[in-house]
């Protein structure tokens, strides 16, 4: 596949394709990234640290798969950016460079399989216990009746379902390195059924509370245990 050059962000995150993620820059190095991106309309790398700082003079190293990101938004207030980018398409880096005004890195882009080899019985299945799993946590939050827009197309899918999964970033850089879609939503479904029951114990817990406290009770709820 053809190799390409672009900035390159060392971030203490995990940016995945089609998902937004908010920044605020303020060295002078990802300023002038910033808008170099700004005035040429290019995108730039993000990749997850695996080794060093996320700011400093030092040049973190990163895992090789990152993904590309274009600024969808930004507010210039001198000092700083407030910059919206969402990700575009993963990446395996193929050599980085640290002697410019910010990083670089020659990538080579990788191919998407766009839900090749899944059945779309298994993709509705896990999107509906994906937007179960969402509902629970916008009810723990106190926003019952909002509705988040969850894609049906699957590599999409699997996207935003590792976006918003609690796991360490380790398992997420690990989903954003799986080629395979399907892998991908397999690992997802083993998350998400786990995740979902214990928003549902969560959530049972407050409930409880809640009716304890309107009746006015003293005695202890929970255990110390």
């Not at 910033?34 to 997850?48: D, I, T």
């Not at 030092?58 to 895992?63: F, Q, S």
């Not at 590599?155 to 398992?171: E, N, T």
């Amino acid at each position: 596949m053809a190799i390409s050059r672009l900035p390159l962000m060392p971030l203490n995150a995990v940016l995945f394709p089609s998902m937004p993620m908010p920044l605020v820059l303020w060295e002078p190095r990802y300023l002038r990234m910033a808008r170099y991106c700004l005035e040429e309309g290019s995108e730039f790398g993000v990749a997850l640290i695996r080794e060093g700082p996320e700011i400093g003079d030092e040049v973190a190293e990163t895992h090789a798969v990152g993904t590309t990101a274009e600024i969808a938004d930004f507010r210039d207030a001198g000092d700083h950016i407030s910059v919206l980018a969402i990700g575009r398409k993963r990446f395996r880096t193929v050599q980085v460079f640290d002697d410019g005004p910010y990083p670089e890195a020659e990538v080579e882009l990788l191919s998407e399989q766009e839900g090749a080899g899944v059945s779309p019985e298994f993709v509705a299945d896990i999107r509906s216990l994906f937007a179960d799993e969402i509902d629970l946590i916008l009810q723990l939050l106190g926003f019952e009746g909002v509705e988040l827009e969850i894609p049906a197309q699957a590599d999409k899918l699997s996207y935003m379902i590792a976006a918003h999964l609690r796991v360490p970033l380790q398992a997420k850089q690990e989903l954003l390195e799986t080629d395979r879609c399907g892998q991908r939503l397999a690992r997802e479904l083993e998350l998400v059924q786990k995740e979902r029951q214990e928003y549902r114990v969560l959530l049972a817990a407050r409930e409880h509370f809640d009716q304890h406290a309107a009746k006015g009770g003293t005695e202890q709820v929970f255990s110390d245990n």
